[in-house]
Nanobody, 127 residues
Framework: QVQLVESGGGSVQAGGSLRLSCAAS????????TGWFRQAPGKERERVAF????????YYGDSVKGRFTISIDNAKNTVYLQLNSLKPEDTAMYYC????????????????????WGQGTQVTVSS
C-alpha cells in the first residue's frame, strides 16, 4: 500500500501564492502519473490538475488554467502544485491522487478513479 502525503497548504490573501507538495511513502513508487483535486464544503470534488510526466502531458481545469502549475521532481519523487493569483473561490481541501500502477493504470485511473489518495491539505484564501 502506498501512502501519499500532501503539504504546503495554508491561509493567504487573495492574489497570494502557495506551493503544495505530494510525496509517496514508498521509495520505489513513481509519481509519474498524478492528479490534484480539491473539494470545498458543500461542493463536488473538482479535478484541478494532472501530470503524466513520461508522456509529457499535463492538464488543468478551466478554473485554474493560467494560475496553477503542476510539476514533478523525480529526484525527490514529489509532485508540486504551484498556486498563483489565488482567489477566495480557490478555498478548499486539496488532495493528490495516483494509480496503483503508474505505468499501466494511468489512462484507466483518469477515467475511473485513482487507487491512492492523500489526506489533503487545506488552502484558505481571504479577500
Amino acid at each position: 500500500q502506498v501512502q501519499l502525503v500532501e503539504s504546503g497548504g495554508g491561509s493567504v490573501q487573495a492574489g497570494g501564492s502557495l506551493r503544495l507538495s505530494c510525496a509517496a511513502s514508498a521509495y520505489n513508487y513513481s509519481l509519474d502519473c498524478t492528479g490534484w483535486f480539491r473539494q470545498a464544503p458543500g461542493k463536488e470534488r473538482e479535478r484541478v490538475a494532472f501530470i503524466w510526466n513520461s508522456r509529457g502531458s499535463t492538464y488543468y481545469g478551466d478554473s485554474v488554467k493560467g494560475r496553477f502549475t503542476i510539476s514533478i521532481d523525480n529526484a525527490k519523487n514529489t509532485v508540486y502544485l504551484q498556486l498563483n493569483s489565488l482567489k477566495p473561490e480557490d478555498t478548499a481541501m486539496y488532495y493528490c491522487a495516483a494509480p496503483r500502477n503508474p505505468v499501466y493504470d494511468c489512462t484507466y485511473s483518469m477515467l475511473y478513479g485513482y487507487s491512492y489518495w492523500g489526506q489533503g491539505t487545506q488552502v484558505t484564501v481571504s479577500s
